[in-house]
Structure formats: structure tokens, C-alpha cells
């Protein structure tokens, strides 16, 4: 009989390791789940750095679609405030009861199900996400290309294409914005960020481009 460690358990060690292993495991899934929006939202190039992929994102949008990439982000910081999993309020049953919510828009594009499916059929991209960046980016440029070819709304015109955006294809054509004078505001209030936003990158396009800060 061994004189060492009479009343060790030699099992339980291992299992202790494993417990800690596991739940340290589980933390960092979960952290590296969380997407928290970018700490400054006003500055593109500070959103850019912070969010180290999200530039390329947008000019492979950009690439493919045609749209500016501040007009596309603009949009999508009217729209979700940069949250991935942004959805309309629920509505309340009896005052109290959360009920379903408003409408099925969701994530960083807020686009609704219906929508979502349109784009994913026609841009061929099945496993798309609407709580992913690189995929509500790309929504977004497909949404304006679409704006572009029915409506002939231009690429670069903020205002007109954030109305077809909210109203959709049909309510634009309709003008149904027209009795909406809070949408008309804040159609204009994104095409001012737009225009923040694009001075703003063309301060710091070229080192984004360029993979990083640059070191002298």
C-alpha cells in the first residue's frame, strides 16, 4: 500500500480540472458570441477601427452593388443603432403582457422576413444573417441596387433611397411618405450623417485600405 497521500481522491482532481476547464469553455463562447455596436457611432473612422472587419464588409458591398459605403452606413445606423440583434418594441396585451412584436425587422438591416428571403434567393446567398454585419452590409447595397432599377433612384442619393428603404418599392412609387412629415425628417437627418460620414472616410480611406495604421 502506498504511504502517500492516504486520504488524497485521486479522481476528484481531474474532474475539479475539468469543471474549470469547462465553465472557462463556456465563458468564452460567450464573450466571443456578444456584439456590442461600436463606442462611437458618430465617427466613421472610429467605428471602422473599432470594428476591425466591418470596412472591408462595406466596400465588398460597395464592390458589388454599387452603393457609397457612408450612404450604407448611415442607413444602418438610423436603422439599428449598429446592434445586431435590434428588433421593433413588443406590443403590450392588457397593458402589461408583451405580445408579438410590430413587424418581423431584425438586425443590423432591420429587414423584414419576407425581404430577407427576396434578397437571399435573388443574391444567392442562403446562408445569410440578419444578426451578421457582412450580411446586413450587403443587404442593405442590394436593397439600393434594387431602388436604383425600378425606381432609378441614384446610388449616391441618401434621401430618396432611405424613403424607398422604409416604404418600400411599391409605397415610394405610391408616395405614401408624403403623409409622413417625421419620416421626410429623418430621411433628411440620415442623409446628413451620410455626408459626416463620407468626409469623415476620406480621411482615413486610405490607411483602411491599406490593412492598418500606418508607422512612420
Not at 422576413?113 to 444567392?124: E, L, P, R, V
Request: net charge positive; hydrophobic share 35%; charged share 25%.
Amino acid at each position: 500500500m502506498s504511504k502517500c497521500c492516504p486520504n488524497a481522491s485521486f479522481p476528484s482532481a481531474p474532474w475539479r480540472a475539468l469543471k474549470v476547464l469547462f465553465a472557462a469553455f463556456l465563458l468564452l463562447s460567450v464573450v466571443g458570441c456578444a456584439s456590442s455596436p461600436p463606442s462611437n457611432t458618430s465617427n466613421l473612422c472610429d467605428i471602422f477601427d473599432e470594428k476591425d472587419d466591418w470596412y472591408d464588409d462595406a466596400a465588398d458591398s460597395k464592390k458589388r452593388w454599387g452603393t457609397p459605403i457612408e450612404v450604407m452606413m448611415a442607413m444602418m445606423k438610423q436603422e439599428s443603432s449598429f446592434k445586431d440583434d435590434a428588433a421593433p418594441p413588443r406590443t403590450k396585451i392588457l397593458w402589461i403582457i408583451p405580445g408579438p412584436r410590430k413587424s418581423s425587422a431584425y438586425g443590423y438591416a432591420q429587414a423584414k422576413d419576407g425581404t430577407w428571403d427576396w434578397y437571399m434567393k435573388s443574391a444567392g446567398r442562403w446562408s445569410a444573417d440578419r444578426d451578421d454585419f457582412d450580411d446586413a452590409i450587403d443587404f442593405i447595397g442590394w436593397y439600393n441596387h434594387q431602388s436604383h432599377k425600378r425606381l432609378g433612384i441614384k446610388k449616391n442619393d441618401t434621401y430618396n433611397l432611405y424613403l424607398a428603404y422604409h416604404e418600400g418599392h411599391g409605397g415610394f412609387e405610391r408616395k405614401t411618405y408624403r403623409k409622413k412629415s417625421w419620416l421626410v425628417k429623418t430621411a433628411k437627418k440620415v442623409a446628413r450623417q451620410a455626408k459626416t460620414y463620407g468626409a469623415q472616410l476620406r480621411r482615413c480611406e486610405k490607411r483602411l485600405q491599406s490593412g492598418g495604421w500606418w508607422i512612420f
